[in-house]
């Protein structure tokens, strides 16, 4: 599994025009699922997501977890972060999950952070404010 974690300040996704999913200040998921992957790789994602310590401490380290913060989670399947552009210039998805294998491991993982989702599988309109910036490839 890979996330794209975006720490931001707002956040929101929308289907055909209607939001289904806003946060205030937290984390951004993009999240992919690898083919293979399973129960295991979502719990361990989810652990590390929700540990990961990104927000600052009152001396401006980042040493705070979302849950330290009060933060909020915005959880998106992103197929395309198995994007494999090394030949060509038309990605490859060979690697990211089918959409019967990825969508029950995408709920596990969306559940588990306690994170509003997208639309599976669906065309999203992701907005947000990246704050920082920062952003992190998280890959399990």
Request: charged share 25%.
């Amino acid at each position: 599994m890979r996330a794209l974690v975006q720490r931001v300040s707002e956040a929101s996704v929308r289907v055909d025009g209607r939001e289904v999913g806003r946060i205030g200040p937290g984390l951004l998921v993009l999240l992919g699922v690898r083919r293979g992957d399973g129960v295991a790789e979502a719990d361990r994602i989810a652990s590390k997501l929700l540990a990961l310590r990104v927000f600052e401490d009152q001396d401006g380290k980042m040493n705070l977890s979302v849950g330290d913060v009060g933060g909020e989670i915005l959880c998106v399947s992103q197929f395309t972060l198995y994007g494999d552009t090394r030949k060509g210039n038309r990605p490859s998805f060979v690697d990211a999950a089918p959409p019967e294998e990825a969508e029950p491991l995408y709920e596990r993982v969306r559940e588990a952070l306690g994170a509003q989702g997208g639309a599976f599988g669906a065309r999203m309109a992701v907005a947000l404010v990246n704050d920082g910036p920062v952003t992190l490839l998280v890959e399990i």
